[in-house]
């Protein structure tokens, strides 16, 4: 079968060094193996008056990337405005920082739409569609006014938001209505599914058949949950094999022998970053003989620098990571490295391998493969301890961890330490239980799964007059 699937972050082949997002890299890692074509933006803009868009093909593997060059207008508007402005707060549950103008809609449906156009030139009689994440909510919609009566799947790698969060979206019944027209809509988490459930039977006129399938009118889609997966083995060997590179080497004779923390996070307010600081300066002012024991580096690469909500807490970050280093350094001990750059994934490996613990303790997150990948990255003999955000996605596997709440600044500040002291027998025991459930969720079996899901979903999804009789 044909698969192609659609999202608007791609991993370009020719780039070298660390994947920008979660999305890219899990997908990146599929396509390259399984020969399914991946669509998305260029990141180049068509001239407005162009009727038909550009677009470019290349390899990835055995798969094909396709990008497309999209009306600047438009897509600013689609991008910095409905999908970044509006939608993501609204599924990180932040309506306070909400911007909606009424243009962001129509330049939403105007990409989503013309994303629809190129997938409908592309698909064939056996073509199965996959859509990624919440800027494509409309584009199966699209897609079906253009005749193509196939299995389309949705994937949501974000929270799902309750509904009494969501009802603050201006129009969101005309953006949310149109995931009516695929056969699979997946989640992350069961939660993430019940608010949805809930969600389209009081505010979209759904009707529950069942626990797992909505009916809207006279079509049936089927829900499921689907925690996205790693590819386990590749950090295992990217981080044995550059634990002794230089950068590394580097970094543990600063360490001076003591331990180290480590972060890793795209800058955005849903990752729990301010927070996170705070706790480190409480750890530090009530456990004072720890200062020039243990460091803490945080990676933070800067992202949608055009929203203002971002630019706020960059600056925020910023300001603390300055005063947490002057009142806490010295002239031989680096308390905090703030650093605000991406990693190529080999080394992030070997560095989520030489640090005693991970904090991933975001406020909100779909998933957070970053807490997957620390597990996956540490020596089985002498791993280190994650401490992780009940709030994230991942927590539902990964329970084994220090499970923490990121709002309780002393509750964090308590489990950094609890996790830097924790005897050797208590972490390989978390750690295998950890690293056997990640092993069985991994990145194959999530993308197989997902599409097995979908072609079993899409004879029932159709409407009666439509389905073949056997």
């Not at 609890?418 to 208590?426: D, N």
């Amino acid at each position: 079968m044909d698969t192609i699937l659609v999202s608007n972050r791609v991993a370009e082949p020719s780039r070298t060094g660390a994947v920008s997002g979660g999305l890219a890299a899990v997908l990146l890692s599929a396509v390259k193996t399984s020969g399914a074509t991946w669509i998305g933006a260029s990141g180049k803009f068509a001239p407005a008056e162009d009727v038909r868009v550009p677009t470019h093909s290349k390899r990835l593997g055995a798969g094909t990337l396709t990008t497309v060059d999209l009306p600047v207008t438009d897509y600013r508007r689609f991008y910095n405005g409905m999908a970044n402005a509006a939608l993501w707060p609204i599924l990180h549950y932040r309506a306070d920082l909400l911007r909606y103008e009424p243009e962001f809609v129509a330049s939403y449906r105007a990409i989503n739409r013309i994303m629809a156009n190129v997938v409908a030139d592309r698909v064939r009689p056996d073509s199965v569609v996959w859509v990624h994440d919440y800027h494509y909510f409309m584009l199966g919609e699209f897609l079906r006014q253009r005749g193509f009566a196939g299995p389309i799947g949705f994937f949501l790698h974000t929270p799902f938001p309750t509904k009494s969060v969501l009802i603050c979206l201006p129009e969101h019944r005309t953006v949310l209505k149109a995931l009516s027209a695929y056969d699979l809509i997946g989640f992350q988490t069961d939660e993430d599914l019940l608010r949805f459930r809930d969600y389209a039977t009081t505010k979209l006129s759904a009707t529950m058949v069942g626990q797992t399938e909505l009916q809207f009118d006279e079509r049936r889609v089927r829900l499921g949950i689907f925690p996205v997966g790693i590819n386990v083995d590749f950090f295992t060997d990217a981080a044995r094999a550059n634990i002794n590179g230089g950068k590394i080497n580097r970094i543990k004779r600063g360490l001076h022998h003591g331990k180290m923390v480590i972060g890793v996070d795209r800058l955005d307010y849903s990752k729990g970053l301010p927070q996170r600081f705070a706790a480190y300066e409480r750890f530090l002012t009530i456990y004072p003989d720890e200062r020039k024991r243990v460091s803490f580096l945080q990676i933070t690469p800067p992202t949608r620098s055009a929203v203002d909500s971002y630019r706020r807490v960059r600056a925020e970050l910023a300001s603390h990571a300055g005063e947490i280093s002057a009142r806490y350094g010295d002239v031989d001990w680096m308390v905090l490295r703030y650093i605000n750059e991406s990693f190529p994934p080999d080394q992030l490996a070997a560095l989520y391998r030489v640090s005693k613990v991970g904090c991933v303790t975001p406020l909100r997150d779909g998933m957070n493969l970053v807490a997957k990948e620390y597990v996956a990255s540490q020596d089985p003999e002498d791993p280190g301890v994650l401490v992780l955000s009940k709030f994230a996605g991942a927590a539902k596997e990964l329970n084994a961890a220090l499970v923490v709440n990121p709002y309780d600044i002393g509750e964090l500040a308590q489990a950094l330490y609890r996790a830097l002291y924790m005897e050797r027998a208590e972490r390989v025991e978390r750690w295998n239980a950890m690293v056997t459930t990640l092993r069985g969720g991994n990145i194959n079996r999530w993308y197989e799964g997902f599409l097995d899901s979908l072609r079993e979903s899409a004879v029932t999804s159709l409407p009666v007059a439509s389905r073949s009789v056997a």
